[in-house]
C-alpha cells in the first residue's frame, strides 16, 4: 500500500510454499522481539512474538526463530496463502518499552 | 472487540496550519505510542507514555510537535506550523506493560496527513 517504502526487499512466493522472512536488529541489549503483518491502508497487526530466552517459537502457520549471536530474526510461514501478502516488520525493544521497527519486507504470494 | 481508534483517518492541511490527531487506546492499556510512517523513512516512533506520562520523545521534532494524554483515554499529536514534509501516516499504539514485560502493541488505523 502506499503507506509503505517503494523500495523495500521482496520476497516473492508460490502459493503452498514456505516463506523465510529475515530481518537484522541492531541493539544487543533488546530483549523482546515482535513480528508485524501490514496491509494495505491498515496499521500494523501482530503475528508472533519472542523473548530473548528463548530461539525459537511456534504459532499457528508461523514460527520466529531468534540467533542472538548474530542479531538475526526470522519468521517462518509455513503453507504461504494470498492472504499472506503483506509488508512485514520485525521490532525490537531497547529497554524502557521503547519498541523500534526495522524497514519491512514486502511479500508477494503468486496463485 | 476492542481495538485503537484514531481520528481523522485522513486530513489535507495547507502550510502553517495547526493539526491536531486524536487517538483512543484500548482500555486497560497502560502504554500509548505514536509512530510516523513515511516512503522514505518506514516506522518511526516519535514518543510514548506510559500511565500517561511522556517516558520519550526524543524520536519528535521539538519545535513544532507535541504529545499528551490528557486522561487514560486520549492521547493527542499536534503539529503547529505543519509543513510539508510533515505529510505521513501517523500511527497509534497501545499497549499493556506490567511487572512481567512488556507485550505487543496494538495499532490504530492511522491518520493519513497531508499538508500542502
Known amino acids: 500500500g502506499e503507506s509503505v517504502g517503494l523500495h523495500l526487499p521482496t520476497l516473492s512466493v508460490q502459493e503452498g510454499d514456505n516463506s523465510i522472512i529475515n530481518c537484522a536488529y541492531s541493539?544487543?541489549?533488546?530483549?523482546?522481539f515482535i513480528w508485524y503483518k501490514q496491509e494495505s491502508g491498515k496499521g500494523p497487526q501482530f503475528i508472533i512474538d519472542i523473548r530473548s530466552n528463548m530461539d525459537k517459537r511456534q504459532g499457528q502457520r508461523v514460527t520466529v526463530l531468534l540467533n542472538k549471536t548474530v542479531k538475526h530474526l526470522s519468521l517462518q510461514i509455513a503453507a504461504t496463502q494470498p492472504g499472506d501478502s503483506a509488508v512485514y516488520f520485525c521490532a525490537e525493544n531497547t529497554g524502557g518499552f521503547k519498541t523500534i521497527f526495522g524497514a519491512g519486507t514486502r511479500l508477494f504470494v503468486k496463485a | 472487540d476492542a481495538r485503537v481508534t484514531q481520528t481523522p483517518r485522513h486530513k489535507v492541511t495547507e502550510m502553517g496550519q495547526e493539526v491536531t490527531m486524536r487517538c483512543q487506546p484500548i482500555?486497560?492499556?497502560?502504554?500509548v505510542f505514536w509512530y510516523r510512517q513515511t516512503m522514505m523513512q518506514g516506522l518511526e516512533l516519535l514518543a510514548y507514555f506510559r500511565n500517561r506520562a511522556p517516558l520519550d520523545d526524543s524520536g519528535m521534532p521539538k519545535d513544532r510537535f507535541s504529545a499528551e494524554m490528557p486522561d487514560a483515554t486520549l492521547a493527542t499529536l499536534k503539529i503547529q506550523p505543519s509543513e510539508p514534509r510533515d505529510s505521513a501516516v501517523y500511527f497509534c499504539?497501545?499497549?499493556?506493560?506490567?511487572?512481567?514485560?512488556?507485550?505487543?502493541?496494538?495499532f490504530g488505523q492511522g491518520t493519513r496527513l497531508t499538508v500542502v
Open positions: 541493539n544487543s541489549a533488546s530483549d523482546y
Open positions: 499504539a497501545s499497549g499493556l506493560i506490567t511487572g512481567s514485560g512488556n507485550t505487543e502493541a496494538f
Open positions: 482500555l486497560g492499556h497502560n502504554t
